[in-house]
């Protein structure tokens, strides 16, 4: 079965500290992996993607992300945090063969808080 | 350009009534996908299409819950005898034919009463 963990509900960063959303996921054949950030009654907002290629993929505003195949992982990462960052996170992954080939399968999503 | 548009952003309806939650995804985009977020989740996917034809319908929870696409552009998600456990935001999200990236609208937030 395919599926993506998030295992922290929240993360807590000082503003100007780095921060790290972890992410996990099982999916059958190779990943698409993606990040989504949504904000207070928001739909979700496009912030980064894995296909193929550099493990290390940038994004919208400043954030990155880091694909490891052996770890299965996907994190999240800005080397330094903003208050307005603070936002609920969602990792997503796309099988790329079967019937899973549409749809993306989400994590739980983790809560950023980030303290000026 | 205009992103994904959903409306009514908010809907509240009593039980056993019949809703219609619209979609207008960006232009051009052939594939369009519907989502439900209940509340502290992530997004579950119920359908969608490619085209008018719906390539995949394996997240629709019942047969309450049905969705169109007549003309390969606006999709209307439907559904019958609407329950309390129906509550949640309805999220949709359309992309192009290389179905990478999935660009989200504003949901519709729908409260069964």
Known sequence: AQSVAQPEDQVNVAEGNPLTVKCTYSVSGN??????????N???????????????????YGFEAEFNKSQTSFHLK?????????????CAVRGTYGGSQGNLIFGKGTKLSVKP | ??????TPSNKVTEKGKYVELRCDPISGHT????????????PEFLIYFQGTGAADDSGLPNDRFFAVRPEG??????IQRT??????????ASSSLDQETQYFGPGTRLLVL
Not at chain 1, 82 to 90: K, P
Not at chain 2, 31 to 42: D, E, H, K, P, T
Not at chain 2, 83 to 92: K, T
């Open chain 1, 31 to 40: 990943p698409y992996l993606f990040w989504y950030v949504q904000y207070p």
């Open chain 1, 42 to 60: 928001r739909g979700l907002q496009f912030l980064l993607k894995y296909i193929t290629g550099d493990n290390l993929v940038k994004g919208s």
């Open chain 1, 78 to 90: 800005k080397p330094s945090a903003l208050v307005s960052d603070s936002a609920l996170y969602f």
């Open chain 2, 1 to 6: 350009g205009a992103g994904v548009s959903q």
């Open chain 2, 31 to 42: 594939a369009l996908y519907w989502y439900r977020q209940s509340l502290g989740q992530g």
């Open chain 2, 73 to 78: 552009s606006v999709s209307t998600l439907k």
């Open chain 2, 83 to 92: 329950e309390r456990g129906d509550s949640a935001v309805y999220l949709c």
